[in-house]
Structures are given as structure tokens and as C-alpha cells.
């Protein structure tokens, strides 16, 4: 059973990025990547996305990761801390640690990716 089933599927998958993207946004350290950005378009990219990434239907079509990302200067600080709030989120919403785990895993494996500023 893929991580995507485990965690509910389509369903749990939409809650966990409409309570994400609301932690996001309201974080003071990364709010000004979301600044001007249409959040609902990106929802539906991030379902997508994620539902993809976790084993479920390759519904996907966006751009990759790194072309998404190129311009962004996202720094390795902002990327923890995002995945800290999908950690969180997906803990609140019933997720076992077992999953939160892979998950984690699999985003650490997209840092290359997405990280795009050097902080010294």
C-alpha cells in the first residue's frame, strides 16, 4: 500500500495542504515566498503534487521542482521549516509517525531541488 492509501488518499490529502498552505502563509519567516502568489492555483498544484510524490495518481503535470523553484532563492532554513509544518500537519490529521517518517524522507530527497540560496 502506497504512503498515498495510507494516509486516506484524495481526501486527507487536500486537508493536509489547505491546513499547510494556512500555516505557511501565517509564518512570519516564510510568508514572503507566498506574497502575490495565487494560493488556490497553487493548492491544486501542491494536491497534485504531493498525491504523486506519496505513491497515488500521477496526476502531476506542473513544471519540474527545479524550474519551479529556480527564481525563488529559497534558502535550506525556509525548506526545513516548511517541511516542519507538513510534519505537524500531517500529524494533526491522524498520520502515524511511521508515515510522517517517509514522508519526511522523501522530501529530504527534493532538496536539491527546491533549495536555490546559499546562507553563510
Request: avoid cysteine; glycine fraction near 10%.
Amino acid at each position: 500500500m502506497s504512503v498515498y492509501d495510507e494516509i486516506g488518499g484524495a481526501p486527507a490529502v487536500k486537508a493536509a495542504v489547505t491546513v499547510f498552505y494556512d500555516r505557511v502563509t501565517a509564518d512570519p519567516e516564510l510568508a514572503e515566498w507566498f506574497e502575490g502568489v495565487d494560493l488556490k492555483r497553487l493548492k491544486g498544484h501542491q494536491r497534485a503534487f504531493l498525491a504523486a510524490a506519496l505513491g497515488g495518481p500521477e496526476l502531476f503535470s506542473g513544471r519540474g521542482l527545479d524550474a519551479a523553484h529556480a527564481d525563488l532563492r529559497i534558502t535550506s532554513e525556509a525548506f526545513d521549516a516548511v517541511v516542519e509544518h507538513l510534519v505537524v500537519t500531517l500529524h494533526d490529521l491522524g498520520s502515524s509517525d511511521d508515515i510522517v517518517s517517509r514522508v519526511r524522507v522523501r522530501l529530504e530527497g527534493l532538496r536539491g531541488d527546491i533549495v536555490t540560496a546559499v546562507t553563510v
